[in-house]
């Protein structure tokens, strides 16, 4: 039995050490110890973790297992962040970030977080859904391909001093999307 909710400041610390263990377990071994330390020092601390939970223009939920801990979670920020121009959406949201656990990658944890984000995306009134996922990271890019999106851009993304190539992926609002609403809310 698991449960998909918002996030509150008492997750913070465990959201970050779950973030950490993601992306070690995914990315590490691409860059040099100095510049992977960096990234996860400026972006996945406890404190930063803490303030973009209070942040009012970001939504993140998580999904525990019964015992309370945290499996998988899925980061939103209300207005994209991410390079524009290259579409012509007017509202555009983005998924920031969507981690599972290591151990639990192919348990339906991502498919149940992507709902939440789609109902969120059509609550907030978002016309695209925009993310950014490494160019050489295919697992990732069936996944949200799966779910209807689709590479629109490269991009560049920054591992402390190492640059990345990346993908702009969007997906397109539709009124047909508003039954998720119904079925994703928190």
């Known amino acids: 039995m698991t449960t998909l909710r918002l ?14 263990r993601a992306l070690s377990a995914k ?3 691409l860059y040099r ?10 972006n996945h601390s406890d404190e930063e973790t803490a303030r973009q939970i209070g942040d009012p223009g970001m939504r993140i939920a ?22 524009a121009g290259h579409s012509d959406a007017r509202r555009p949201l983005e998924l920031k970030q969507l981690y599972t656990d290591p151990a639990r990658i192919g348990g339906g944890l ?10 969120q995306a059509m609550d907030h009134g978002a ?20 779910h209807g999106f689709t590479k629109i851009a490269d991009i560049e993304f920054w591992v402390g001093n190492h640059c990345d190539p990346e993908f702009l992926f969007a997906r397109k609002m539709t009124p047909a999307d508003g039954g998720l609403a119904a079925t994703a809310q928190v």
């Open 7 to 20: 996030a509150t400041a008492e997750d913070a610390a465990p959201l970050a050490d779950l973030a950490r």
């Open 27 to 29: 990315f590490e071994h």
């Open 33 to 42: 110890p100095e510049d992977f330390g960096l990234f996860l020092a400026e």
């Open 62 to 83: 998580v999904i525990e297992s019964a015992d309370g801990t945290l499996l998988a979670f899925c980061k939103l920020v209300l207005e994209s962040t991410l390079p």
């Open 110 to 119: 991502g498919a149940r977080l992507m709902d939440w984000a789609l109902a």
């Open 127 to 146: 016309d695209e859904i925009q993310l950014s996922v490494y160019s050489e990271n295919p697992e990732a890019q069936r996944f949200y391909d799966r």
